[in-house]
Every structure is written in C-alpha cells, then in structure tokens.
C-alpha cells in the first residue's frame, strides 16, 4: 500500500469515513509513530500482540485480529525510517455482514507531527489525535489574574496549555495604622502596578507575534481584571484583541480551563462571526456579480475545474459524496475551502439556495 500524506482538508474527509467503521468485538487496530521512532521496535511490539491475541477465546475475533496485525507489520517493514510528519496505521474487520471477513488496512502521514507513540485494539479506531490537528490552526490567549497570582496559558482546538504562572509576592494584610497603613498601601498599590507589567510584558512575550492567536480571554476577580484593562498595560496590538473578560476566583491553572467554560458563548460567537463574513461576501458577489459566484453542482464543478474559483463555501449540511468530489478538485486547485453551519439566518439561507457555492477570482 502507498503511503499518502494528507492535507487537512484531506484529513477531514479520511476521519469522516474512518469514523463509520466500527468493530463487532475489540478487533479495530491503531497504531501512532512518531517522527524519528524505531519502526522495528514498534514491529516487535506487534509481533508481541500477535502472540497475545492466541488467547482470545472468540474464534472470529482472534482471527480478524491476528490478520490485522499481520497486515500492520508487514507493511512497517517497508519503512526504514518515519515520514517527516510521523505515521498513522488503522487496520480491522470492516465487512458490514456477520460472520464474513473483509480486513481493510489504511496507513497515512498526517499533516502535522504526530506527538505520541499508541497501540491500541478496541471496538473503534482512535481518531482524537488526527481529529485535534484540525483545530489548531487557530489559538486563543487565556489570562486568569488578581493581585496575588496569573496563569497564562492557550487553547489550541479543544486542548488548553498551561505557559506560565506567576505571584506577586505582595503581602496581603496591613497591621499599622494611620500613615503607615496609607504609606502601606501606597507600596502595594505600587508592587501591584509592577506585577501588571510584569503580567503584560509576558503575555506580549507569548502571543504577540503569533499569527494563529485570534483572541485573548481574561478572567478574575473585580476589580483586578478591570484594573489591568482599564490601565491598558498591554499593548495596543493586544490590548485589541481581548474578546471577552469573565468574573472568576480561581487564578490557578485549573482556573484555564474555568475561564474557557464562561467563555464558550464568546468562542462561539467567533466562529459565527467568521461565517456570517464569509456569506456575507458570497451574498455581496452574487448580487453584484451572480457570473462569477455559482451555486449549482454542474456551474461550481465547471469553475473549480477551470481553476477559476478563489473560495468554494460548502455546508455541513450538503450532500457528502457530492461535497467530497468538489472539495478534492478544490485542493488539487490551491482553492480555500470554506465550511458552514446552518445556525446562522445567512447560513440557512445559503442552505435553502442549495448548499453550495463558490467565488470565482476571474470570469470565463
């Protein structure tokens, strides 16, 4: 079998089908190497399986499963070194009868690194791994903050990182009276103006010239959180950039993944927002321009074949084998792909013109 390294709009359609195989029994096989690892010592492990899987006590599955492994290492020993990107192999027993055989194997280079070693047989393949790297083209910073602590960290996809926790080390209670307590909270109200820019000047640190950080969320206390705002210790660049502020206690790295719960309304409204753009220009050029923005099956497939579409809009809700012929012509033509919901007023009407549309660079 040839290696195929996918692209993610490649990866897209290859989890959708892969996602409808399912085993009768834990007899679904997946593999992940890494770039760089030993493929014999992964062939060994197998090796290791097959002798393991005598003991299944289920006639068929021993079998489905034995057969499986045998086609993973056979074609490992093809390799004497990793793809650039690492290595994904699925093997199993797809037959939809019962009782019959029909073992597929699939072996792909992702189109990003794969970051872990996996062995695993279960009654599905694992798809989490490929299906993050189709979230991550896109970040958002995360700040939670008071004046004692900040935790900064990111959401890649569905994942939240943890980058940096810093204290201020500012005392928290004042014993002396009359002017020494205002002298005291002259000193911390200065400590506390350092530790803002301390706050800032890593965040900058992190995120400012980072091209996929399309936002900034914020959470803590009132009114620490309004204080750092409001006193705009970030620069413009960022400062710009900050899409929701939430209220919240915990300053901690669990307190990340805190501000991403009060934040899901935020996040959504991003993507909304991105969709609602997208159609918005589609609409535009169909009003202004309906010989250069297409909407039906034949005129689409025509323009992308001709190389004349600059974006392709598909719904989530169009036709699957229809969509997949227009988005592999799409990548094979450098087209940008565009998917949409239907949970917009624009994206119901897009659905209710037929689902599919494109932008054309030039007339023909």
């Keep these: 079998m040839v290696l195929k390294k996918l692209t993610k709009q490649e990866l897209e359609d290859f989890l959708e089908e892969m996602k409808n195989h399912k085993g009768r029994a834990t007899e679904m096989i997946t593999v992940y190497v890494p ?202 660049q960022l400062q710009e950039k900050v899409i929701g502020v939430k209220d919240q206690g915990d300053t901690s790295e669990s307190g990340l993944g805190e501000l991403v719960e009060l934040s899901q309304d935020v996040l959504a409204n991003q993507e909304i927002i991105h969709e609602k753009k997208i159609l918005e220009r589609f609409f535009d050029s169909l009003g202004a321009s309906p010989e250069i923005t297409p909407y039906k099956y034949d005129d689409v497939e025509k323009a992308l074949n001709y190389g004349a579409v600059d974006t392709l809009i598909i719904s989530k809700k169009y036709d699957k084998e229809l969509a997949k012929k227009l988005k592999d012509i799409a990548v094979n033509m450098g087209t940008t792909i565009e998917i949409v919901s239907d949970e917009t007023e624009e994206g119901n009407q897009f659905l209710s013109l037929g689902g599919i549309g494109a932008i054309q660079r030039f007339k023909f």
């Excluded at 797809?94 to 597929?104: A, F, H, L």
């Excluded at 996809?157 to 002396?176: C, D, F, H, W, Y």
């Excluded at 005291?184 to 400012?208: M, Q, S, V, W």
């Design 35 to 236: 770039a760089g690892y030993d493929t014999n010592a992964v062939q060994r492990q197998l090796e290791g399986e097959v002798s393991t899987a005598k003991n299944i006590k289920s006639t068929a599955t021993r079998k489905n499963v034995t057969e499986s492994l045998e086609k993973i290492i056979r074609e490992l020993k093809e390799y004497k070194v990793t793809p650039d990107n690492g290595l994904a192999i699925f093997a199993g027993n797809v037959s939809p009868v019962d009782g019959q055989t029909d073992i597929q194997i699939w072996e792909i280079e992702p189109p990003e690194e794969v970051g872990l070693r996996l062995y695993r047989c279960d009654k599905t393949f694992v798809l989490e791994p490929l299906e993050e790297m189709m979230e991550v083209d896109e970040i958002y910073a995360l700040l939670v903050m008071d004046r004692k602590e900040a935790t900064i960290g990111q959401l890649v996809g569905k994942k939240i990182e943890m980058l940096q926790n810093m204290t201020s080390g500012i005392p928290s209670k004042v014993r002396a009276g009359g002017q020494s307590s205002q002298r005291f909270h002259r000193i911390t109200e200065g400590l506390t103006k350092d530790f803002y820019k301390r706050i800032a000047a890593e965040t900058k640190n992190l995120f400012y010239e980072n091209e996929k950080m399309k936002g900034i969320l914020i959470g803590g206390p009132i009114p620490t959180k309004d204080e750092f705002i409001d006193g705009k210790f970030l620069p413009t």
